[in-house]
């Protein structure tokens, strides 16, 4: 059984910022490339950033320069810290991954977690 698990998400003003976490647990064998997503009301999940093992990145056009992923593999966890938080940041965001588990050491899976909210009021 594997968990990811996010956390971090609050209300905060504009300017402000915020750290989010995504653990994974469980029957890991491995952890490939990792991604936060984001959902705001009445629109369509998007990606916000994403990282390979090995640290390479990219981002969102409208999150770059403001937002920074990160991870630590020894933690199985990912990070996303968020700066000068806009009011259109605000959303449900969700971390995944694509991991290989101890049953199947071959292969890859995506998993979710359930998402954390981030409210960035005016």
Do not use: H
């Not at 998400?9 to 991604?35: E, H, K, P, T, Y």
Request: with cysteine; net charge positive; charged share 20%.
């Amino acid at each position: 059984q594997v968990q990811l698990v996010e956390s971090g998400g609050d209300l905060v003003q504009a300017g402000g910022s915020l750290r989010l976490s995504c653990a994974a647990s469980g029957s890991i064998f491995s952890i490939n490339a990792m991604r936060w997503y984001r959902q705001a009301p009445g629109k369509q999940r998007e990606l916000v950033a994403a990282i390979t093992t090995d640290g390479n990145t990219n981002y969102a056009d409208s999150v770059k320069g403001r937002f920074t992923i990160s991870r630590d593999n020894a933690k199985n966890t990912m990070y996303l810290q968020m700066n000068s938080l806009k009011p259109e940041d605000t959303a449900v965001y969700y971390c995944n991954a694509d991991l290989r588990t101890l049953r199947s050491q071959v292969q890859w899976f995506r998993y979710w977690g359930q998402g954390t909210q981030v409210t960035v009021s005016s």
